[in-house]
């Protein structure tokens, strides 16, 4: 198992991970246990956490924040993606990075200065991704490809779990694949991801997958059969 306790790793010298990146969204857990769900995600085979940060105004849920995040810190072993789903986000930054993140991800959409907020999160120590929107055209990520390490494609709406895959957002990912040839980029996909949807996504060129409902519904002893099945199709997809 990875062991970064509070420290901050860049997206591409994580240790030993086991490809392709399946990140459980906490969205989609038990949130009167959110320790355990980390640590039952952890133990059946995956090495990143992803946390939606939703502040009520950038989208209309409330999830958790900064302290939240610094009390589960200890609960994963391995590498934190704090997803901001917030707005205004720069006051945020230092607090999210003293929560442990390892990465944070930001909105094209959530502020006037995306670059310097960017810029921001690199400074704090964390490695830095960009998030873009279903009606979001993948052009928009141009002006700061050369200070990212991540591109996320939401291919649902952002803001609640369990909704539908938008099969457009497919198209989306193969655009930016090409936008970013030659780069040490990588494509992640959050949103209604499945086995179906994470092949589908997996052959459009992601290669980080953010799953809440698809893993977190059920038996938390079936967790590990549900991660192993669909790393599967997604390394059929890949293939």
């Keep these: 198992m990875l062991s970064y306790g509070s420290g901050r790793v860049d997206v591409d010298k994580t240790e030993t991970v086991i490809a392709p990146i399946i990140a459980p969204s906490l969205l989609s857990a038990d949130f009167a246990a959110l320790g355990a769900a980390c640590r039952c995600a952890e133990d059946s085979g995956c090495n990143w956490l992803h946390l939606d940060v939703m502040d009520g105004h950038f989208v209309p849920a409330i999830t958790f924040g900064p302290m939240v995040c610094k009390a589960l810190r200890p609960h994963i072993r391995g590498f934190m993606d704090v997803h901001l789903m917030i707005s205004p986000v720069d006051d945020q930054l230092a607090a999210f990075a003293d929560s442990g993140a390892n990465h944070m991800t930001l909105h094209v959409e959530a502020g006037p200065h995306l670059y310097k907020s960017l810029q921001t999160v690199r400074e704090l120590g964390c490695s830095v991704g960009v998030a873009i929107n279903p009606g979001t055209p993948a052009v928009a990520i141009l002006p700061v490809v050369e200070i990212i390490d991540l591109v996320c494609v939401m291919t649902v709406n952002p803001g609640a779990g369990g909704q539908a895959f938008?099969?457009?957002?497919?198209?989306?990912?193969?655009?930016?694949?090409?936008?970013?040839?030659?780069?040490?980029?990588?494509?992640?996909?959050?949103?209604?991801?499945?086995?179906?949807?994470?092949?589908?996504?997996?052959?459009?060129?992601?290669?980080?997958?953010?799953?809440?409902?698809?893993?977190?519904?059920?038996?938390?002893?079936?967790?590990?059969?549900?991660?192993?099945?669909?790393?599967?199709?997604?390394m059929r997809g890949q293939a």
């Design 166 to 234: 938008i099969h457009s957002q497919l198209t989306k990912i193969r655009e930016i694949k090409s936008m970013i040839a030659g780069r040490a980029i990588k494509i992640q996909v959050d949103g209604g991801i499945d086995p179906k949807t994470g092949y589908e996504a997996a052959r459009a060129g992601a290669d980080i997958f953010v799953a809440g409902s698809q893993l977190f519904s059920g038996e938390p002893t079936d967790m590990g059969d549900r991660i192993r099945y669909l790393r599967h199709e997604i």
